[in-house]
């Protein structure tokens, strides 16, 4: 039996992952690496059955934080990108900020927010905003920003004003920059609630793997490890579909 493109594209990542995880398992025993230094697969996922249960309240203290910094990130970058990509002016004046911005590591702000703030939620929230909100402010204020000139001169010709154009016309049109944005941010967004964690919180995947490393615990830390990738995992998923629902005249072409 055959078969078709979208079941082999479907299979193909489970497969992957299957094929990794016995490579994984295989290089660790015919190495016969010490756990303490690198976890085989199955030692992993016998401390996920475990400690299923401290994982599992970890888990969702990372998680519902990281969405929280996610929504303040997708927030604030849709006024910030609404507002720069609105104004050349204002596009040329801010980008280097912006980047500028980025380019400092985000853990450099960590001790800063524990003072603020002290240790907790707050700087993991906080660090997930901050590392979060850059692509997408980018990807929407450039959406706008390239807005075909003879369109906007077609809709001004027929009396629609330059909020007009931003709203019914440029927003839809940045879209696809947008969801593409959002998929790249959910992720960034997982790793600054992780590194804030490992730093400043008593609770949190981020905590949970830093106990187990000074342990010695390496099954655990690479479980952790394991949540965190399948948290991101999934909510990129969830936002793939959302684009392709919601953008899919986007990609009518590639069909």
């Known amino acids: 039996m055959q078969l078709s493109d979208k079941s082999r594209q479907r299979i193909a990542p489970w497969a992957a992952v299957v094929i990794l995880v016995l490579i994984w398992e295989a290089t660790v025993r015919l190495l016969d690496v010490p756990e303490f230094i690198f976890p085989s697969a199955w030692a992993t996922a016998q401390a996920l059955v475990t400690y299923a249960g401290p994982i599992g309240m970890h888990s969702w203290q990372t998680f519902w934080t990281t969405m929280v910094g996610f929504g303040i990130g997708v927030a604030v970058g849709l006024l910030l990108g609404f507002i720069i990509g609105s104004s050349k002016f204002l596009y040329h ?39 979060c909100f850059f692509p997408i402010v980018v990807n929407v204020a ?14 001004r ?43 400043a919180s008593n609770q949190g995947i981020g905590y949970l793997m830093m106990s187990a490393g000074s342990q010695m615990r390496m099954g655990l830390v690479f479980a952790g490890l394991i949540v965190i990738s399948a948290m991101a995992m999934v909510m990129y998923e969830l936002f793939a579909v959302l684009e392709k629902r919601m953008t899919g005249w986007a990609h009518r072409g590639q069909r």
């Open 93 to 131: 004046a801010c980008y280097p900020l912006l980047v500028g911005f980025n380019a400092i590591p985000k853990v450099a702000f960590v001790p800063i927010l524990v003072v603020w703030f002290g240790i907790g939620s707050v700087p993991a929230i906080l660090t997930a905003f901050l590392i």
């Open 142 to 155: 450039t959406g706008l920003a390239t807005l075909e000139p003879e369109m906007e001169d077609v809709l």
């Open 157 to 199: 010709v027929l009396g629609a004003k330059r909020l007009d154009v931003l709203l019914k016309v440029g927003m839809p049109r940045s879209l696809p920059y947008f969801f593409a944005s959002l998929k790249v941010a959910i992720t960034l967004a997982f790793v600054g609630t992780v590194v804030s964690e490992t730093v």
